[in-house]
């Protein structure tokens, strides 16, 4: 049997996928980027491979993707995280779901990528000029909220009035937004709610620079929220897929690509 692993170093979280020669996932794992990236990556795979009761060598291709590709000393390849999570996003929802659209929503950054009918790339868009948009602004919230970040899905759908509208176009004002929203006494729900709408509403214009087609895959950590995911169907008028692991989308896809290039090679 052959293996091959995706290894995604973005911003917040590194995560690492392990296939095998069908393109089956085996295992996946997660943990902090942290400053030392290489290091971090590999005491991660270290603890991916013993789960699994495999070594280094045993692996056949590795891949590695993300803000800190070109770090990961021992992969035998590196390539954009645009490539890989499209990869990753049509492979992840079975075969009678093509995924033509992906927002992907990262810790730092938010991403709309367009895929044609084979899967390929024709298009993208990204916002990372402000934090915002992005699953940082959420952690931000949750704090101003005085919640864990998973408690604001839960507010979500326990507003009953109209979401509050956050308006900010800046993370730091909108904190301030928050706080004064809290200071007048309003509900921690509505506000959890306006936050999710704020975000769907500036994914939405993103988006709006090109053509969204069905269907839409939202990836990324932030679609573990399903608050989210409901301000967003509500924002586009269409349904959102969500597959089983968002956050391992872009791994996933480039330990697919993993195998292939190794395929190729022989």
Do not use: W
């Amino acid at each position: 049997m052959q293996y091959f692993v995706g290894v995604d170093i973005g911003s917040t979280t590194i995560k690492i996928v392990l296939v095998d020669e069908s393109g089956k996932m085996i295992d996946k794992i997660g943990s902090p980027t942290g400053s030392m990236f290489n290091k971090n990556a590999l005491d991660s795979l270290d603890r991916l491979l013993a789960s699994n009761n495999l070594t280094k060598e045993e692996i056949s291709y590795i891949v590695s993707t993300g803000y800190g590709r070109k770090l990961f000393k021992i992969s035998n390849e590196n390539i954009n995280e645009l490539t890989a999570n499209a990869k990753g996003a049509r492979n992840c929802l079975g075969n009678d779901k093509k995924v033509k659209t992906i927002i992907n929503v990262g810790g730092q950054d938010t991403k709309v990528i367009i895929l044609d009918e084979n899967g390929k790339m024709t298009n993208f868009f990204m916002n990372d000029k402000c934090a915002a948009g992005t699953g940082r602004f959420l952690d931000i919230s949750a704090r101003n909220l005085e919640v864990e970040v998973d408690q604001l899905e839960i507010l979500h759908f326990e507003a009953k009035d109209t979401p509050l509208p956050i308006n900010s176009i800046c993370a730091v004002f909108a904190e301030s937004e928050i706080i004064s929203l809290l200071a007048a006494g309003h509900q921690s729900s509505e506000i959890a709610s306006g936050i999710h709408y704020s975000i769907a509403k500036r994914i939405v214009r993103l988006a709006g620079r090109g053509r969204v087609e069905d269907a839409v895959l939202f990836d990324g950590g932030t679609a573990l929220n399903k608050g989210m995911v409901d301000a967003l169907e509500n924002e586009l008028m269409r349904p959102v897929y969500v597959n089983d692991y968002p956050q391992f989308t872009t791994a996933f896809g480039a330990a697919l690509i993993a195998k292939e290039r190794h395929t190729d090679d022989e």
